[in-house]
């Protein structure tokens, strides 16, 4: 591999020799913590040249250094550990407890039990265990939230990257559109399609990453306008890299670390939204979630049953502030500075 | 100028709202059942059932039938959900009313005295109330204040209370519950401006004038902090609506929100597009408010 004057490389086509022309561009990735310029090195033709590795060289040393200050958060381990735990209470632990034949069955002369050693977390109306019903409970909204938050995240992309590459009308378009979806309240759609189609585990899904891509949308959207121009991207282009690759290989690897910060937040949204919907009413179908149990056994509270609603409460809370906090670690590790200023 | 961006905004909001009662009339079209058979009957014929379709004016094209539509909309059908309308609104502006309030003394706080226990607590409170689903904040708070303590009822004001008083008494948990979870959001955009206002020529020159402290804040940071938060308000009304149609559902009160899953669960998809589109009138007409109040408010923008 050639090494450049100043010590990064540059990898060259294989068909072509050293010794043909070369210019250096000067690259900065212009992403907000101000880098310094780096030299990177084109060889001519520039058809056939390739700057791939001196930029994903930059991007990777910045990768590393975001993951040393996320590893250094105690908030990213709080909710690392928080949402591990409640995919293994959720995934593990029906399968460690064998609970999903029998505990769950429903044996009314077995109602209303507080909590007791036979049954961690009491018994509801039905006599069915609480802590076996959590558990599975747990596993529609982690399942459905990690897919939706998916399919969402990657039409969000879509139609961010490609309203800042479409122009005027493309752009204005979209963004209209954009606007539109962000002032309806997105419970009501989904409420509204859940009850046409039949509420269903997939139709709610994709009702709700239908509207929920609108931030993930403006987001890169406004990386792609921020980035689209700089040398780096032009320097790609000349060196052949056309339509998706040109996204795929150097745009989106350079907005990553917005991408996944608008992740979690969208995680965080779904499963709230998915919450809502279901706790309503609409919403996921049988067998129960946590949302349902919540709702279905909020009379019980009135009887002095508290056991049946706090755990499903408390679980929402788990995961979602989970989420929270590995977004918040993230932030604060993408921008170091900033984090440091806040806390002064 | 102004007169520009104010038609601008207001063609803005109308095509939003147009494009909202179309998508609630499309979806409308799209529901698996036929309206003229339902009211032809179960007896009746195919031929008295093309007859109803007929007089509903089915056969016609789409767009006349959505022009049709929203004729009907603004003659009858707004008046029928305009009572349902009135308790949302009281929540929505009470909830953002006590929250702008809150979120300016949050905000505040954590300008004022930084890194203080209360700051502390205060801001990963409102960091949690966040994150936390609506209706798990409002059980707890009818846990602890309806259940525990029996201070206040457990549900929100029915349509016809009987007095002031009891409303008001009714109306509290959902108020407080719909502003906790919005201020950790609000009151960091309290926090932003603060601190830039704070950095600003204004703020030097008051305190060079020998103004206290506490002038300098009452008069110059938290009314130029009320400019940011009007326009975050604004932006945030559709998730506060996320939230309302929780809290209208778990405190047992006959809004929109409620009134929407009354109606989509008892069948009734007729009244639940009319509330879809009055909801959608809301927000829109929320947001379109909250840009004539900054404008209001601030004498200094560009309008374009």
């Known amino acids: 591999m050639p090494v450049g004057p100043f010590g990064c490389r540059a990898m060259v086509g294989p068909e072509l020799p050293l010794s043909c022309n070369i210019e250096v561009f000067r690259v900065c990735l212009g992403d907000r913590t101000p880098c310094p310029a780096m030299e990177v090195l084109v060889t001519l033709p520039l058809s056939k040249a390739r700057v791939g590795l001196a930029e994903e060289r930059q991007i990777r040393g ?39 034949a029998g505990e769950t069955a429903i044996d009314v002369a077995q109602q209303f039990l507080p909590p007791s050693p036979s049954h961690l977390l009491g018994t509801n109306v039905l006599g069915q265990d609480e802590l076996a019903q959590m558990m599975i409970g747990g596993q529609a909204p982690i399942i459905t939230g990690f897919v939706a938050t ?27 559109l954009t ?15 859940d009850a046409l189609f039949q509420a269903s585990t997939e139709v709610l899904v994709i009702v709700v990453a239908l509207t929920s891509w609108p931030a993930m949308a403006r987001i890169v959207r406004a990386r792609t306008l921020a980035l689209r121009h700089l040398p780096f991207m032009e320097a790609a282009h000349a060196s052949g890299a056309k339509g998706l690759r040109l996204l795929l290989r150097h745009l989106v690897p350079n907005m990553l670390d917005d991408i996944i910060l608008a992740t979690t937040s ?53 995961l979602l502030l989970s989420v929270s906090y590995l977004g918040e670690a993230l932030r604060q590790a993408l921008n170091p500075q900033q984090a440091r200023e806040v806390r002064q | 100028m102004i007169t520009l961006y104010i038609a601008r905004r207001v063609g803005e909001a109308l095509l939003t709202l147009v494009a909202v009662g179309f998508a609630a009339f499309l979806l409308l079209h799209l529901m698996p059942y036929n309206v003229a058979a339902i009211l032809a009957g179960p007896t009746a014929s195919p031929a008295e059932v093309a007859q109803v379709a007929a007089a509903i004016g089915q056969n016609l094209p789409l767009p006349v039938q959505f022009v049709r539509w ?25 909830g953002s009313g006590l929250a702008m309030i809150l979120a300016l003394g949050l905000g505040w706080v954590q300008v004022r005295y930084p890194d203080s226990l209360l700051d502390r607590v205060a801001a990963s409170l409102a960091f949690v109330l966040y994150t936390l689903p609506s209706f798990w904040i409002g059980f707890i708070l ?20 009987s007095s002031q ?72 009304l559709p998730s506060l609506f996320n939230n309302v149609i929780a809290i209208e559902w778990l405190f047992s009160m006959q809004g929109l929100g409620s009134g929407l899953i009354d109606s989509l669960t008892s069948f009734d998809y007729g009244t639940a597009v ?21 404008l209001l408010a601030d004498p200094r923008i560009q309008y374009r």
């Open chain 1, 266 to 318: 969208l995680f965080a949204n779904v499963v709230l939204i998915m919450a809502i919907t279901t706790f309503v009413g609409l919403g996921l179908p049988p067998p129960w979630n946590w949302a349902t149990m919540f709702a279905a056994n909020l009379a019980g509270v009135f009887g002095g049953q508290w056991w049946t609603v706090f755990p499903p409460g408390i679980a929402f809370a788990i």
């Open chain 2, 142 to 161: 009818i846990y602890f204040f309806a259940i525990d303590l029996l201070w206040l009822p457990a549900q929100g004001p029915s349509l016809n209370p």
């Open chain 1, 179 to 193: 606007d539109i979806f962000l002032s309806i309240p997105q419970v009501v759609p989904i409420l509204l399609l």
């Open chain 2, 70 to 94: 929203l004729g009907q909309l603004v003659s009858g059908g707004l008046y029928q959900t305009a009572a349902r309308a009135m308790p949302t609104l009281e929540l929505l502006a009470l």
């Open chain 2, 165 to 236: 008083h009891q409303w008001f008494l009714y109306m509290i948990l959902p108020v407080v519950t719909l502003a906790l979870t919005t201020i950790a959001t609000w009151s960091t955009s309290v926090r932003a401006a603060v601190e830039e206002s704070l950095r600003s020529d204004y703020v030097r020159t008051a305190r060079a004038k020998g103004a206290s402290e506490r002038l300098v804040f009452r008069r110059h940071v938290l009314r130029n902090a009320l400019l940011p938060l009007i326009t975050t308000a604004g932006m945030s």
């Open chain 2, 274 to 294: 009319d509330l879809v589109f009055v909801i959608g009138a809301v927000t829109v007409l929320g947001s379109f408010a909250a840009d004539l109040l900054y």
């Open chain 1, 62 to 100: 910045r990768t590393g250094r975001t993951v040393r200050h996320l590893i250094r958060h105690p908030l990213f381990w709080l909710g690392g550990g928080m949402l591990c735990f409640l995919l293994a209470f959720s995934f593990l632990g029906p399968l460690l407890f064998s609970y999903r």
């Open chain 1, 150 to 176: 998916f399919v969402a995240a990657l039409l969000g992309i879509a139609i961010g990257l490609v309203s800042g590459f479409a122009g005027d009308v493309g752009d204005s378009f979209l963004m209209r």
